[in-house]
């Protein structure tokens, strides 16, 4: 899979790009039973949500290793369809995988994300620069306004990195944020956000300076997301003190390797081994 010059020139624009239906429905199902299996493990590779026992956020679903290991994840992360796209974005073949994020905002349960860049915390991981970053977001179900679609300000990426603020009071998930008088100046100036809605296998390429935020899950309906975060191996953070953990804050530095498209395959020999 090669992105186009126009689409590389709308990630470049806006911040972000919308690829449809990148991945199939029965290899979505798949990621869906495995994070539905992941969620009732005791780990600190997961946060909970405040309100329930519901995961809000699960880390670390890419590696071969470690209990949220997942064989399907592990081989989406490396697939011919996110990792050349990924390089093409970043103009680098030696890039790893940061860290994996699955958000599972379940219906009623899941909860606000702030406005923020992903940056302003990556910042403070001790990575030197944003540009070497991008993220692919996967949809696994259908976000909607009702139940919590991610929102995008288009350009915001151009902005720079605002100087966030800690916020460990809204949700269960500590998070920097953006100051509000700061963001409703970016507002004042900037198109009107945009939700982030599509089908489910559609993928989403994003900037680590983009501003984005999501709502509570209002709707009976889950709006579950994965995150692949993808880093120059030479962008790899410098040391800082307490550095956050690796599910986190990967530290397996080894250049990616393209691998198989056929991510079915490895869920039937994962059942095998
Ligand atoms: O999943 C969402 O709605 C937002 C997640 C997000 O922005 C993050 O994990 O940093």
Redesign the pocket.
């Known amino acids: 899979m090669r992105l186009t010059a126009e689409q590389l020139a709308q990630y470049e624009r806006d911040g972000f790009v919308v690829l449809p239906d990148l991945f199939t429905p029965d290899e979505v199902a798949s990621m869906k039973g495995e994070l539905a299996r992941i969620q009732a493990i005791d780990t600190d590779h997961l946060v909970r949500e405040r309100s329930g026992g519901v995961a809000k956020?699960i880390y670390r679903v890419h590696e071969a290793d470690g209990p949220t290991a997942s064989p399907i994840f592990h081989a989406a992360a490396r697939s011919p369809r996110l990792l050349p796209p990924a390089r093409q974005l970043l103009g680098d073949e030696a890039l790893y995988v940061y860290h994996t994020?699955c958000?599972l905002?379940t219906a009623i349960d899941g909860s606000v994300?702030q406005w923020?860049q992903?940056y302003g915390t990556w910042r403070n991981d001790g990575v030197p620069e944003a540009d070497p970053m991008s993220t692919a977001l996967l949809m696994l179900d259908e976000p909607t306004e009702a139940n919590?679609c991610?929102y995008f300000i288009p350009g915001s990426h151009k902005v720079g990195l605002v100087e966030p603020e800690f916020d460990d009071r809204t949700t269960s998930y500590k998070l920097w944020v953006v100051p509000k008088q700061r963001l409703v100046e970016i507002m004042e100036k900037s198109p009107e956000p945009v939700p982030i809605v599509g089908r489910p296998g559609t993928v989403v390429f994003f900037h680590p300076l983009i501003l984005?935020a999501?709502g509570h899950n209002l709707s009976r309906f889950d709006r579950w997301?994965v995150?692949f975060v993808y880093n120059r191996v030479s962008n790899r953070p410098i040391d800082v003190p307490s550095p956050r953990p690796d599910y986190v804050r990967s530290t397996n530095w080894a250049p990616l390797r393209i691998g198989s498209d056929d991510l079915l395959a490895t869920m039937g020999e994962a059942s095998h081994a």
């Open positions: 956020t994020k958000n905002k994300w923020h992903d919590g991610l984005h999501s997301q995150y």
